[in-house]
Every structure is written in structure tokens, then in C-alpha cells.
């Protein structure tokens, strides 16, 4: 059961553009939320990360918005750069059950210079 | 290098045997995490430690796999009789705190593949 999903397998965008990565959970439970970006033959590597209490948070270019009525996430990339292009990963994690963190199933982004 | 460091890189296995790969967090992270990769799809959870205790284990954890963590340092995770469909990215990751809120750091994985 997939609790954590990325609905766009692929995005493209071009460089100087804004880049919109969605995910959705099903778990209202869920209470923090990350975003990770991974390149070919590396682990991921965490990007930025929000607390159910806030709606946004932003660091640098990167900006995470939180609808918890919609229980629906998003993260933005203003301006879109090359270096971008990878595969991003929502996760997200509930207090008091373990340690568990969940993982969408991807979207790679392509960001064409 | 401060990150986490997994060894081997990639391993190559006949089904049936029995591999070990190794995981050394970052130094002072107190909990370690090893999930599975498999292409199309996001890392699944398998199992967490806090210093040297084993405190969770997801059910994908058969009682082929095995992982320890002596004394709150590296990490080992095992898998005997190795199958096809075990092959995959093993990562692992750690973190510092007490709480559930902390990011996971991962490593770069070990690709197991069982022919």
C-alpha cells in the first residue's frame, strides 16, 4: 500500500523556469515531510524538509508548500537550473509509531538549458 | 569524507549464497536505517537501530536477512540463500537525535545483483 505517492514519473522544464514537483499521502498521520533529490549512483541526498505545523518553508531556490486538507505537497525550484535535473523523492514520517520514513516512487526532473 | 560510507560498491552473487554489506554512518548519528531501492521505485524500509539496538523491522524483512550494529558504530546487513528477487540497491542512511523529525542521511548504496 502505497501511503506516499508521486503521481508524474517525468517533468521538463527549461532553465530559468519554475519547476513544480507534486506528491500526495493518504496518511493523516504523517507529520513531517522531506524532499530528496538523487543523481545516477548515489544514495539521496536531502533537500529540504517541513513540519505539519507550518504550510511553507523555503531555502534558497527551493521552497516546500504543505496542504494538509488536501494532504498534498509540493516542491518548487525558482529558477530551474541544469544541475537540477535528477530524481526527487517525497518522504514523509508520523511521530510516536517508529522510525519509519515513506517514500513516493520518484519524478525525475530534466531541466533543458 | 564525513558521509556515510557503504561498502562494496556492487556485488555480484549466484543465487543461494550468502552476502554482507557494511555501513559506517556518520560518526556521531545515533541512528542508523537500511531500506531497499528497486528501479521505478522509492527506497522501502527495512530496518532501524538507535546506537546498538535493533528497534524496528519491516515485515519485507524475511528471516534471510539478518543486521547488526555492535556497538552503535558500522552496520552489517546479511542475506543468506540470496534469491533473484533480492537484487536491488541496499542504502542506508543515518541521523542524529532523539526525535522522529530528523533528516536521514544516506550513503550510496550497494547494488546486489543475483544471478
Known amino acids: 500500500d502505497q501511503q506516499v505517492k508521486q503521481n508524474s514519473p517525468s517533468l521538463s522544464v527549461q532553465e530559468g523556469r519554475i519547476s513544480i514537483l507534486n506528491c500526495d499521502y493518504t496518511n493523516s498521520m504523517f507529520d513531517y515531510f522531506l524532499w530528496y533529490k538523487k543523481y545516477p549512483a548515489e544514495g539521496p541526498t536531502f533537500l529540504i524538509s517541513i513540519s505539519s505545523i507550518k504550510d511553507k518553508n523555503e531555502d534558497g531556490r527551493f521552497t516546500v508548500f504543505l496542504n494538509k486538507s488536501a494532504k498534498h505537497l509540493s516542491l518548487h525550484i525558482v529558477p530551474s537550473q541544469p544541475g537540477d535535473s535528477a530524481v526527487y523523492f517525497c518522504a514523509a514520517s508520523e511521530r510516536g509509531t517508529g522510525n519509519q520514513f515513506y517514500f513516493g516512487t520518484g519524478t525525475s526532473l530534466t531541466v533543458i538549458p | 569524507d564525513t558521509g556515510v560510507s557503504q561498502n562494496p560498491r556492487h556485488k555480484i552473487t549466484k543465487r543461494g549464497q550468502n552476502v554482507t554489506f557494511r555501513c559506517d554512518p556518520i560518526s556521531e548519528h545515533n541512528r542508523l536505517y537500511w531500506y531497499r531501492q528497486t528501479l521505478g521505485q522509492g527506497p522501502e524500509f527495512l530496518t532501524y537501530f538507535q546506537n546498538e539496538a535493533q528497534l524496528e523491522k519491516s515485515r519485507l524483512l524475511s528471516d534471510r536477512f539478518s543486521a547488526e550494529r555492535p556497538k552503535g558504530s558500522f552496520s552489517t546487513l546479511e542475506i543468506q540463500r540470496t534469491e533473484q528477487g533480492d537484487s536491488a540497491m541496499y542504502l542506508c542512511?543515518?541521523?542524529?537525535?532523539?526525535?522522529?523529525?530528523?533528516?536521514?542521511?544516506f550513503g550510496n548504496g550497494t547494488r546486489l545483483t543475483v544471478t
Open positions: 542512511a543515518s541521523s542524529l537525535g532523539q526525535t522522529y523529525n530528523s533528516p536521514l542521511h
